[in-house]
């Protein structure tokens, strides 16, 4: 076995963050998707033979170098439309980004503290424990399931994974392919080379075997006739009572030549006021829209009669029916915790449409037509398993979000990029609906079908077909995988307590014995 080079703490405090940053590298919009595997080798290497003690600064570090390429266009929203001072909202955004970085500081102890000792610690238990600590960010703290490695693999052979065990799985893959290749470079053995050789050929194989499977097939030779109205308002006009009607007349302008589609979709809260005082204006629309069958979906806030709550939703009219609400809300962005203490410090902590409430768990599709729509707005599209829930009984997957809040970042393209997967994992075709870019039509393939620019007003016609049946992942969700890491590791633990650490322990007084 290769002995590997001692590492001074300059060079891990310049290696760590540049491993971290790879996977930002690997995914939208730069697509480098081998940056991804190399960060995986990078990682293991800067693990292989450290304390737990040291770990813990190494994974920090790592974590720092992928939220802080990944996710600092956080940046956006303070500064620009939180009204936070250049150097608070540069505070704010290092807090947050050092924050997320303690997962991968906890990560990378528990690895070397619990896993690296046992047999395949490396080799199976640094993917494997990969793939519950993407889980596990998935809902801690309400969870940011952001930057997932799979993310990266929408276009590789992996892709033929993703219906089968979706983006955990694929992170799986990925992960593994990275200590295949790490253990075959510090490796002087032919047999052991040969062995990750086939481990990383049957992945990748396996991937490009599955991906011509066509899972789920199309309902009807019909397919919908859809059309997406991204009306690029500014962020700053949103909210002023000035732009209330300029923005209602910009909608109705631009929705009336669209009548005769069999959907409209608008984006999040494209209505800047409550469903309840915009009955005035949807009520006109509505009836246009049921006399051609065509059914209009627009996002709108929602508060029910003699009720102080909130929400952000999605409702149909016309020739549909339903309101959805928002069930995964974005902290600060829609909700302020602690808000008895954070409310009136800064502009960040007031920001227009911050007093939301989530809604039910269990919500009903929305209905265009005889068509079931499972709508998720903006960040909730992000969670896979939620997602795999509202996909069971739906016809059409939609989610509508509004990315001004982030700018010319790549926030927005990474979003478009989760979107994808998403439709991908569950075999349906995706409509995407935004304020200002980029709105799209995703195949049950993941493929974007159609698309607009970013930052100009625009108007997507196109067609999505209709599917039945359902892959497995669509069936089982992240079961399967999630709970399979854990079993996995949990055996080889049982093992190592059984049998590997009382022969170690065997060996080692043989030794003294013999000394």
Known sequence: MRSTPGLTPLSILLLAPLAGALITLSLAPFDLWPGGIASCIL??????????????????????????????????????????????????TAVFCAGLALLQALFAWCYVRFVRPLPGGMLMGFPLLWVLFEWLRSWLLTGFPWLYLGYAHLDTWLAGWAPVVGVFGLSFTCALTGTCLFLAWRSRQLIACATYAVIIATLWGGGAVLRPIQWVAAASATPLRVAIYQPDVPQEHKWDPAWYRPILRQLRQASQPLLGHDIIIWPEAAIPGYYQRAQGFLEPLAEQAAVTDTTLITGIAYRPQSSDTYYNSAVAVGHGSGVYHKQRLVPFGEYV????????????FDLPMSSFSPGPHKQTALRAGAYRVAPFICYEIVYPEQVARGAVDADVLLTISNDSWFGDSIGPLQHLQIARMRALENGRYLLRGTNNGVSAIIDHRGQVVASTPQFVEATLSGRAQVMMGSTPFGSFGTTPVVAGSGIALLLMSLLYVAFWRDARQGEFSRRRTAE
């Open 43 to 92: 990682y293991a290497w800067l693990l292989c033979s450290c304390s737990a003690r040291q770990a813990l600064w190494r994974g920090w570090l790592y974590g720092l170098g992928m939220f802080g390429s990944g996710v600092s266009w956080v940046y956006v929203s303070i500064h620009v439309y939180g009204h936070a001072s250049v150097p608070l909202a540069m505070l704010l």
């Open 337 to 348: 915790p602690l808000q008895g203490l954070l409310r009136g410090l800064i502009a960040f």
